[in-house]
């Protein structure tokens, strides 16, 4: 089976910075991060179709991809990444192959988005991370009507480019760097998700 390559440098990209803060990575949390660099690709005003793949929202208010699914279980049968318990960890071989990758200049943009992704993380754990993107309009969609729902259609981007350009307005950054809007916007949406608490 030939692998989507935009999923499998994600990927590569993505276990590589999560591994890093923790040791191991589970594959819900690549998809997670995977949502939120793609997410990030839309605040740069990059068409969602360059991503090169898509996701759905499960009923669970996750983020889901068949394409990481897919490469997720590929690196796991090539020995490229070992199961350690119910987490995963990378091999020197797949460290390699995303050196490899990580050096051809079409993976430049995506990059940016990932490492900015993966960043947040400095400032949140990754189910902080998970509940925050919770909130964001189409996730939260999902979960309210128990079925899995394609993400990121026309209607969704407009109500994320609105968010997106208030975000820009209030930074006041066009070209910055993506990791500030990635922490505030994150932010804006876990307070959200807290309970209001009567006075």
Known sequence: MRLNPEATFDCLFLADR??????????PEIHLFGYLACLLWLYRRRP???????????????P??????????????????????????MSEFAEQSLRELNSLVLNQERAECLHAAC?????????MVGTALGQEPELRR????????PLLE??????????????????????????????????????????????
Do not use: N
């Not at 969602?48 to 996750?62: C, H, P, R």
């Open 154 to 199: 026309v209607s969704a981007r407009q109500q994320l480019y609105v968010q997106f350009d208030a975000l820009h307005h209030s930074l006041g950054q066009e070209r910055g760097d993506l990791r500030v809007p990635a922490v505030v916007w994150l932010a804006a949406l876990y307070r959200s998700s807290e309970p209001v608490q009567r006075r």
């Open 64 to 89: 889901f991809s068949l394409d990481i699914d897919q490469t997720v279980k590929a690196l796991v049968e090539r020995g490229h990444c070992a199961r350690v318990q119910e987490r995963l960890r």
């Open 142 to 149: 999902a979960r309210a009507v128990p079925m899995s729902r």
């Open 48 to 62: 969602v179709t360059d991503w090169g793949y898509s996701f759905v929202g499960t009923e669970l208010g996750a």
């Open 18 to 27: 999560l591994q890093q803060e923790s040791g191991t990575f589970s594959a």
């Open 119 to 127: 960043a947040s993380t400095a400032a949140f754990s990754p189910g």
